[in-house]
C-alpha cells in the first residue's frame, strides 16, 4: 500500500506568480486536508475536501483554492504568490472524517 | 477561534532525564493527536487519543489526555539522543472531523 505522495518536492516561483501542488492520497482514503507550515512554526489548516467537494476552509484567503479528483487526488492552487506563502506545504488523507490523518513528505515552495 | 498552546517551545534536556510537554487547547475537542517532525522532514504521527483519560505509552514516550481540563501532556523517560525532534500537538475540533488545529511546537534536544 502506498502513502500519500506530494508533487513537487520543492518549487522557487516570483511574487506574482501562481503554482498547483499536487496530492496523491492514500489507497481509498477518500478525504484530503492541506496545511502550511511556514518556517519555526506549526501547521495552520488551509482547506478539507471530501468526497470531491470543500469542507471546512481555515483562515486564508481566496487565493488559495484546490481541487478534489474522483480518485480523491487533489490540487492546491496559489494565485498572486506573496513572500509570505514561502512555507512547507503538506497533504493529509484520511479514511473519511473522523479517522487517523497520514501525512505526505510535503512541498517546499520559495517565492522570491 | 481555536487556540492550541504547548510548553514548553524549546526543551534542552540531559540523557536520561525525564521530562513533561504540555499542550492546552481553548475548546471542545474529538480528539488529540501528538506528531514528531525532524528537521526538514514531514509530520509522523506519534499517538491518537480519542476520550478522557486515555494513557498511550511507545517505548521512552507516553501520552496521556484530560479532557475535562483540555490538557494533553507527553513525558519522556530517560531520555536518548535519537529524541531529538520538534514535537506538536494537534487538536480535532468537535464536529469538524480532521480540521486540525496544531500547537506552536516543542523542540526538543537531548544532549549526551
Known amino acids: 500500500e502506498t502513502g500519500v505522495t506530494q508533487s513537487p518536492t520543492h518549487l522557487i516561483k516570483t511574487r506574482g506568480q501562481q503554482v498547483t501542488l499536487r496530492c496523491s492520497s492514500q489507497s481509498g482514503h477518500n478525504t484530503v486536508s492541506w496545511y502550511q507550515q511556514a518556517l519555526g512554526q506549526g501547521p495552520q489548516f488551509i482547506f478539507q475536501?471530501?468526497?470531491?467537494?470543500?469542507?471546512g476552509r481555515g483562515n486564508f484567503p481566496p487565493r488559495f483554492s484546490g481541487l478534489q479528483f474522483p480518485n480523491y487526488s487533489s490540487e492546491l492552487n496559489v494565485n498572486a504568490l506573496e513572500l509570505d506563502d514561502s512555507a512547507l506545504y503538506l497533504c493529509?488523507?484520511?479514511?473519511?472524517?473522523?479517522?487517523?490523518?497520514?501525512f505526505g513528505p510535503g512541498t517546499r515552495l520559495t517565492v522570491t | 477561534e481555536l487556540k492550541v498552546e504547548q510548553n514548553p517551545l524549546f526543551l534542552s534536556m540531559q540523557e536520561g532525564k525525564n521530562y513533561t510537554i504540555y499542550c492546552n487547547y481553548s475548546?471542545?475537542?474529538?480528539?488529540l493527536y501528538w506528531y514528531r517532525q525532524d528537521p526538514g522532514k514531514s509530520l509522523e504521527s506519534l499517538f491518537v487519543l480519542l476520550s478522557n483519560g486515555a494513557v498511550k505509552q511507545e517505548g521512552r514516550l507516553m501520552a496521556s489526555l484530560d479532557t475535562k481540563a483540555r490538557l494533553s501532556t507527553l513525558h519522556i523517560t530517560a531520555a536518548v539522543h535519537d529524541l531529538s525532534a520538534t514535537y506538536f500537538c494537534?487538536?480535532?475540533?468537535?464536529?469538524?472531523?480532521?480540521?486540525?488545529?496544531f500547537g506552536t511546537g516543542t523542540s526538543l534536544t537531548v544532549i549526551p
Open positions: 475548546t471542545t475537542s474529538d480528539r
Open positions: 475536501y471530501y468526497r470531491e467537494e470543500e469542507n
Open positions: 493529509a488523507s484520511s479514511l473519511g472524517r473522523g479517522f487517523e490523518q497520514y
Open positions: 494537534a487538536v480535532d475540533m468537535a464536529g469538524t472531523g480532521n480540521q486540525f488545529y
